[in-house]
């Protein structure tokens, strides 16, 4: 930096630039298509898990309290970057505010964290269900299964600050702009003109704990479940475990496997360009196709669902 209050002061813009695909104009339009459908089918899926996991009697044991705080997540998720990602793709000024900048990769990565934290626990319940069926409902008591949902909360949070306070001091000189198509930690560290070395190291020791450990204990769970379904002699009882733990499987893959491509590598050596495009799968296309990989697989919640459309269909009849 320059010196003195003034010139430290000028090093943080107004405002940044989110290149998106500007450099790619072809693609704005079906991008814009798949997003905004992307958004409403992400709104509606997870909407209705919310309230059928609320409402419905049969719904109430605890891998419904994980599943409805997951589908709270991936939709308050979306809804942080998508209306921007909109906004700036229906316009020619594709800009966000320092401030609005700072807001959204705070509340990103604090809802990502808590992602990571929630999937972990529907792990654990997973595995008592599986591996201690006759202490299931002892061990996994509903102020037990709230407990862990606030600490995942909690934690993402505590995550979040720690980043959002190391993220707001970097100076950023030059252009004003982001390859992305949201405000994110590690595109915020690439851009900064100033030694990152902090931010790197705290980076890599928080995806460390809130995201590679996290995955370690889920696969070391699905460890301790494939011996204990490969030791039953009922072929019903394998395939229906296998049911309860196919569709978080496929979640966990779905968000944690790009997720770790991203952060595991340092933010100052990661390509943007190919960064950009990952982030949006894991951000966007993810919390899209979760609420249907759940019902799709799941026929309590498909049943709860037809209850409540039954139930919507008699009262505006």
């Known amino acids: 930096m320059r010196g003195g209050n003034q010139s430290f002061l000028e090093d943080f813009p107004k405002e940044f630039i989110l290149l998106g695909v500007s450099d790619k104009?072809?693609?704005e339009l079906p991008l814009f298509v798949i997003l905004l459908v992307s958004y409403i089918l992400t709104i509606l899926g997870n909407t209705s898990i919310i309230v059928v996991s609320r409402i419905d009697a049969q719904l109430q044991s605890p891998m419904y309290i994980f599943l409805s705080h997951l589908s709270l997540l991936d939709l308050c998720y979306t809804t942080t970057t998508i209306p921007q990602m909109l906004v700036n793709m229906g316009s020619s000024t594709k800009t966000i505010s320092y401030g609005g900048c700072t807001v959204q990769y705070a509340i990103f990565h604090w809802l990502g964290c808590t992602e990571c934290l929630v999937l972990a626990a529907m792990a654990l319940d997973r595995y008592v269900a599986i591996c201690e069926p006759l202490r299931y409902t002892v061990i996994m008591h509903r102020s037990l299964c709230h407990k862990l949902v606030a600490m995942t909360w909690l934690g993402g949070f505590g995550n979040s600050l720690v980043q959002v306070i190391l993220t707001v001091q970097l100076p950023f000189c030059g252009e004003h702009t982001l390859n992305n198509f949201f405000c994110e930690v590690p595109a915020m560290i690439k851009r900064s003109c100033a030694d990152t070395t902090v931010n790197d190291l705290t980076l890599a020791v928080l995806?460390?704990?809130f995201l590679l450990v996290p995955f370690a204990f889920i696969l070391l769970s699905y460890g301790?479940?494939?011996?204990?379904v490969l030791r039953m002699?009922?072929?019903?009882?394998?395939?229906k475990a296998f049911g309860t733990c196919s569709s978080h499987l496929v979640v966990v893959s779905l968000f944690y496997l790009?997720?770790?491509?991203m952060y595991v590598q340092p933010p100052s050596s990661y390509s943007q360009d190919t960064g950009k495009f990952i982030s949006l799968f894991y951000s966007i296309?993810?919390?899209?196709?979760n609420p249907f990989i759940y019902t799709l697989r799941n026929k309590d919640v498909k049943g709860a669902l037809k209850r409540l459309l039954e139930r919507i269909w008699k009262i505006c009849i």
């Open 25 to 27: 104009p072809w693609l």
């Open 207 to 209: 995806v460390a704990l």
């Open 224 to 228: 301790f479940i494939a011996r204990a």
């Open 233 to 239: 002699q009922s072929s019903k009882g394998r395939h």
């Open 258 to 261: 790009p997720a770790i491509y």
């Open 285 to 289: 296309i993810t919390p899209t196709i």
